[in-house]
């Protein structure tokens, strides 16, 4: 824990080398960078620092050495129900990458990708691709537009247009490690003054040192390059529900052959019927400390938005709507198989609300649209429950019933969208609670630390986690990888100046 | 029906109940706070929204005078409501703000100066005739006296930029007799618009004719009520807005199909004028009337037959209004008209980004407005346009200040499209591009991938 003395000197020290915009201690700020959505309490950090370049954080992490105060990156601290702004701790001091470091430095239209700094969202990236009228394309989430595409990457976040594997499609990153060294990774590292294939490709020399900046606390990652897609002259989305909670089974198989043949090139999301509607209107059974929705209640709303429990998605990309209709019939008399449900035709998908979201995200258009589900519930309360499954439908229809069950046990919808891959996929499980009510926050806390046991039962764990749940995930893997993880830590970041605790990697105080 | 103006007096909005119930709805996600213009540009809690609805909440708590600084963060705010396009939680800032500042207005003691000015702002911008004398005089008053005043600078400016009516186009297009008859609309002329750019209104009711509509123009209406609605002062905002309702009232009666306003600034106040009445007496009228006003590219829109008699192969920068955008809730609606129409739309990046503009604001916060103006004209400058183009007064006189090229209304670039008089900026332009132009660009594409 650091002193009271040694953050003021630190700040101090950070003021007068970058100047006072490069600082804020008022206490609003403090306050509100502190404030999350998780079950715990909000933590407001010691400090919030600006840089405005890679030599302002390697200032930064040199200064935080020499005073022994730990700091906490954030891009665009967008990051909610995972933590959003707050450090680990309260004596950590916030580094906001996002409000000065928020320069695109390149885009590359002959070989599809950007170069950009932590602070460039979404919308940035959209809007600068327009701009230009370029050819190419972004992959969005359905989180914030204002959010980072770094900081998404560098989590692990994943998309749904053909570049949907979002740290997949980073490269070349740019690292301020924990001893204030400047890294660069790939052939980024190459002793020359023009690395050409720097962004380019992951298969350069020696060892791949890209992933150990993913989902750790090991460096500040200061730039990156952002592979993109090639625009294409039309994105034909074929969207289908299914009515009953029993089809996922057979739904995640027949998703399973559209992957591993590649005839999709999008990921198919498959959705259940709460987590759209949830964006359409508040809970119609709540009432405080009441039990989840009944089941008549879902029906309910099923009949009235034309859905079924499940609605399968995904995305064509070609020349024109002609062009693709042969895969959109091919992908029609596929699903016919399940001999139930019924496709949405294009003209009827445009006037059913909860689809447009789904839209957007195939067309790679930033969109607030799908937080509107965060109205599902009063009082503020979100954690994400995202485990990663295997596209087995048996394994995940089993799952399925037993999240539902969990959920429902605690008082809690079950809303999932399922994003398949050829082999593997990551089921996106809101928590919605009431985070003014402390029977509600215990009940969401302890909903997900069931459901996190259920599944690592199974031998399953999850792709990204809350902040506030990540020891808990890093305790749940074998000695060996924590005290390999804790040793990496060592290594580049000798005084734990990182991030200490983030990720269960080093300790927090 | 006859409608009593005293009634108006017994509005509730100084509940400071459901002022703190509706504060209370912001559970805190900060999604609003990257995209308020002010919190981008100061980095300042208290003037994002979250900040200022935590003040707001603390003020009506306690009661009595709010704190000068909640004042001062409160004043700062654009009321440009792109957090509230942004807020999961919706949130509905709009009538938390008018209600703030209508508890700051009625419970605090401005400076004698600022309070003169704000009062000269609101009681002379709304009456047409007293303002459109104000700029004649402003505009024979020479630079150096403006300099002297503060305030009085910004006023000037605003004088200087105004199109006085004899300069204006007057080239008369009669409703095409062959025009399929749509229906009947009331064209209102705002009270700033009619004296800054009254060829706007011209434009609005030469192709609205076109187009098949009735035009009626009630010149007896003065303000919708945004002017003072904005600076707090609900009462006055509702007087004005019930002196608009009292005259729209025969010819709703009579059946109308629609209340169109060209400055989307006043069209999402009159929108929302079954939220200002709400409770009181007004409210059928007011909703009716709600219910009913458009802006007219949403009329525009939806006329299946509208297409260009020119070639209109320009290419367009869209400033979107906060209050088209947001207010209204019609993102990309100009861009999608004037692609119907021929022309080349672009997007301006950060469209979510207010230009300062906000009614009286840039003559209220000047600093902060003038640096929004250049951010915008710097992004709308980006996208290498031949013209730019928005829908509401303010923006493109704002604009227009920052830009090498004044700004033209977008309901100017139709009427020309459709056989109305050129718009001047168009003057000397030769559209760089054209059908074949369109194509072209679709085939760059590396289509072999395709």
């Given at each position: 824990m650091s002193s009271k003395s040694s953050i003021d000197k630190f700040v101090a020290d950070v003021s007068s080398r970058l100047g006072q915009d490069a600082v804020n201690v008022s206490p609003d700020t403090l306050a509100r960078y502190g404030e999350n959505t998780s079950p715990g309490a909000d933590v407001p950090p010691a400090a919030v620092l600006f840089p405005a370049s890679s030599a302002d954080v390697q200032t930064i992490v040199q200064s935080a050495n020499a005073h022994n105060v730990p700091v906490y990156p954030i891009s665009m601290g967008q990051n909610i129900g995972h933590?959003?702004?707050?450090?680990?701790?309260?004596?950590q001091v916030v580094i906001d990458l996002g409000r000065r470091m928020n320069r695109i430095l390149e885009v590359n239209e002959e070989l599809g990708y950007c170069v950009i700094e932590p602070g460039v969202s979404f919308q940035a990236m959209y809007d600068e691709l327009r701009r230009r009228n370029s050819h190419l394309m972004i992959s969005t989430t359905g989180g914030p537009p204002q959010g980072s595409l770094v900081g998404n990457a560098l989590e692990r976040g994943g998309g749904s247009g053909p570049y949907a594997d979002h740290f997949g499609s980073l490269c070349g990153l740019e690292v301020v490690l924990g001893n204030g060294d400047l890294l660069r990774c790939g052939d980024g590292n190459l002793d020359s003054t023009s690395p050409l294939n720097w962004h380019l490709s992951k298969n350069g020399y020696g060892p791949g040192l890209d992933g150990l900046f993913a989902q750790s606390n090991y460096g500040i990652v200061t730039r990156a390059s952002v592979w993109l897609g090639l625009r294409p002259p039309a994105t034909e989305t074929f969207i289908a529900t299914f009515p009953d909670d029993g089809d996922l089974h057979r739904l995640i198989d027949l998703a399973r052959g559209l992957k591993l043949s590649n005839f999709v090139p999008s990921r198919i999301r498959i959705i259940n019927d709460l987590y759209l509607i949830s964006a359409e209107e508040p809970d119609p059974e709540f009432r405080p400390g009441g039990p989840a929705l009944s089941e008549a209640g879902r029906k309910a709303l099923q009949k009235k938005y034309g859905l079924g429990s499940w609605t399968v998605a995904g995305a064509f990309y070609g020349a024109s709507r002609q062009a693709l209709q042969p895969q959109l019939e091919r992908v029609q008399s596929y699903f016919a198989t399940m001999g139930k449900g019924r496709f949405i035709p294009a003209d009827e998908v445009k006037q059913m609300s909860p689809l447009q979201r789904v839209l957007h995200g195939f067309a790679g258009v930033p969109s607030e649209d799908e937080l509107r589900m965060l109205r599902w519930r009063p009082g503020g309360g979100l954690v994400w429950f995202l485990p990663s499954l295997p596209m087995i439908g048996s394994v995940v229809d089993e799952m399925h019933r037993i999240t539902r069950a969990t959920c429902e046990r605690y008082g809690f919808e079950y809303l999932v969208t399922y994003s398949c891959g050829p082999r593997s996929h990551r089921g996106t499980h809101p928590i919605i609670f009431n985070r003014q009510d402390p029977d509600e926050s215990r009940r969401a806390d302890a909903c997900y630390r069931d459901l996190t046991v259920e599944f690592a039962k199974r031998g399953m764990s999850v792709g990204r986690s809350p902040a506030q749940y990540q020891s808990l995930h890093q305790k749940q893997r074998v000695p060996t990888f924590q005290a390999t993880c804790n040793a990496i830590k060592k290594a580049l970041d000798p005084n734990g100046i990182i991030a200490p605790g983030r990720y269960g990697i080093g300790s927090e105080s | 029906m006859t409608i009593q103006l005293r009634k108006i007096e017994s509005g509730t909005e100084d509940n400071a109940a459901t002022s703190v119930a509706l504060a209370n709805t912001c559970v805190r996600y900060g999604f609003c706070s990257s995209v308020c213009p002010t919190y981008v540009l100061l980095g300042d809690e208290r003037d994002s929204p979250r900040g200022r609805i935590a003040l707001i909440k603390e003020m009506f708590e306690r009661g009595g005078a709010p704190d000068p600084s909640t004042v001062v963060h409160l004043d700062r705010c654009l009321a440009c409501y792109a957090c509230m396009r942004t807020c999961a939680a919706g949130v509905n800032y709009r009538l938390l703000l008018d209600q703030a500042r209508h508890h700051i207005e009625t419970h605090f003691r401005r400076p004698l100066f600022i309070a003169a000015y704000r009062w000269l702002l609101r009681n002379v911008m709304s009456r047409p005739r007293m303002f459109a004398l104000g700029v004649a005089v402003a505009r024979r008053v020479p630079e150096s006296i403006g300099q002297m005043i503060p305030g009085a600078k910004r006023l000037l400016l605003l004088a200087r930029q105004a199109i006085p009516e004899a300069e204006s186009p007057t080239v008369d297009v009669p409703a095409a007799p062959e025009a399929p008859r749509r229906g009947r609309v009331v064209l209102l002329d705002g009270c700033v618009q009619r004296v800054l750019a009254p060829r706007i209104n011209a434009a609005a009711a030469r192709v609205l004719q076109r187009c098949g509509y009735e035009v009626v123009r009630l010149p007896m209406i003065e303000c919708c009520g945004a002017l003072a609605l904005h600076m707090g002062h609900m009462e006055a905002a509702r007087k004005s807005a019930a002196r608009c309702i009292k005259a729209l009232q025969p010819h709703l009666d009579q059946g109308l199909d629609a209340v169109v306003i060209a400055a989307s600034g006043c069209g999402s106040v009159i929108r929302k004028y079954d939220e200002l009445f709400r409770g009181t007496e007004f409210a059928p009228l007011a909703a009716r009337i709600s219910a009913i006003t458009r802006d007219p590219s949403e009329i525009l829109m939806t006329i299946p037959d509208l297409c260009a008699v020119r070639d209109t192969g320009f290419e367009v920068a869209v400033h979107e209004p906060c209050s088209l955008r947001h207010g209204l809730q019609l993102p990309e609606l100009p861009q999608n008209l004037l692609q119907r129409l021929g022309f080349f739309p672009h997007d301006v990046p950060e469209s979510h980004m207010c230009c300062g503009s906000a009614g009286t604001y840039s003559m209220l916060e000047p600093e902060i407005s003038d640096k929004l103006g250049r951010r915008r004209a710097d992004q709308i400058r980006s996208v290498n346009a031949q013209v730019t183009a928005s829908a509401n007064i303010g923006c493109l006189h704002h604009l227009g200040r920052f830009l090498a090229q004044q700004p033209v209304h977008v309901v100017e670039l139709v009427d020309w499209a459709t056989g109305g008089p050129m718009p001047p900026e168009l003057n000397g332009l030769i559209p760089s591009r054209n059908k074949r132009d369109r194509s072209e660009e679709q085939s760059n594409l590396p289509e072999a991938v395709w």
């Open positions: 933590g959003s702004r707050a450090p680990m701790a309260p004596d | -």
